[in-house]
């Protein structure tokens, strides 16, 4: 089993207090404005984004190399999508994936691309959250 830590620490009220998360080498202001106001900063919901495109594109990447093909390039960008449903929800998560994967045909890649969204751990996390899955082979 392994476990990674992230920490984060807020200073004050919500609307006027500030904030920094931590986790490996990065380390990233937030504050109210940065995460409901699109302002400079960073916020939980990017970095639960960073985590489910990473996780979506290993997980992708070890199903295409279990079947001894070597992807060139895995790209996955990951829209959390921050909304209302009493009181702040993430609402859903679109996942939108290019990969480059010489000799792979569309209907392995699909098929792969989606066993990778039910199966990869963060989606897993995220189970009771839609995702949307818009996944193409490119080269």
Known sequence: ????????QWNGTLKSGNGVMKYGQFEGPYT????????????????????????????????ISGDNMTPKSIQ??????????????????DLVCEAEVPGLDAD?????AQT??????????YAGTEINL??????
């Open 1 to 8: 089993m392994t476990t990674r830590q992230a920490t984060a």
């Open 32 to 63: 109210f404005a940065s995460r409901f106001e699109n302002a400079n900063g960073t916020n939980p919901e990017e970095l639960v984004g960073a985590a489910h495109a990473g996780c979506y594109s290993m997980f992708l990447s070890a199903l």
């Open 76 to 93: 996955t960008t990951a829209s959390v999508h921050l909304g209302e449903d009493d009181g702040p929800k993430i609402t859903h998560i």
């Open 108 to 112: 392995k890649f699909a098929e792969y």
């Open 116 to 125: 990778a969204k039910e199966k990869c751990p963060i989606s897993r996390l």
């Open 134 to 139: 818009s996944a193409k082979l490119v080269g």
